[in-house]
């Protein structure tokens, strides 16, 4: 079954940082946008950042830019979020999702992680 495998949440103190990795089980991310999701406690699912392939146009929530950073590193077929001056607002499951179709998504992508765990406290 082809999915996504998403690590690097943690616990981490107001303004410091933590990158998050994505990495596909059973394909590879050539030629796929990726994407990344959190869900915060009591709140809706937010699309966060999205990175499409070919011509690598990207997209930031409000919530994020400035703060967060996608990329992808082919060769490794490894998808990332950069996330620097962290706060508490930020407490969420992170999901990276992966989807043929270029970004910005109007319908949930195929494929997902299983989510990592950020807590943004002092």
């Known amino acids: 079954q082809l999915h996504l495998v998403d690590s690097g949440g943690g616990l981490v103190q107001p303004g410091g940082s933590l990158r998050l990795s994505c990495a596909p089980s059973?394909?590879?991310?050539?030629?796929?946008?990726i994407g990344w999701f959190r869900r915060a406690p009591g709140k809706e699912r937010e699309g966060i950042s999205c990175?499409?392939?070919?011509?690598?146009?990207?997209y930031y929530a409000a919530s994020v830019k400035g703060r967060f950073t996608i990329s992808r590193d082919d060769a490794n077929n490894t998808g990332y979020l950069q996330m620097d001056n962290l706060k508490p607002e930020d407490t969420a499951v992170y999901y990276c999702?992966?989807?043929?179709?270029?970004?910005?998504?109007?319908?949930?992508?195929?494929?997902w992680g299983q989510g990592t765990q950020v807590t943004v406290s002092s």
């Open positions: 999702a992966a989807d043929y179709v270029p970004c910005p998504w109007f319908n949930d992508p195929p494929y």
């Open positions: 990175l499409s392939s070919g011509d690598g146009s990207t």
């Open positions: 059973g394909f590879s991310l050539d030629y796929y946008a």
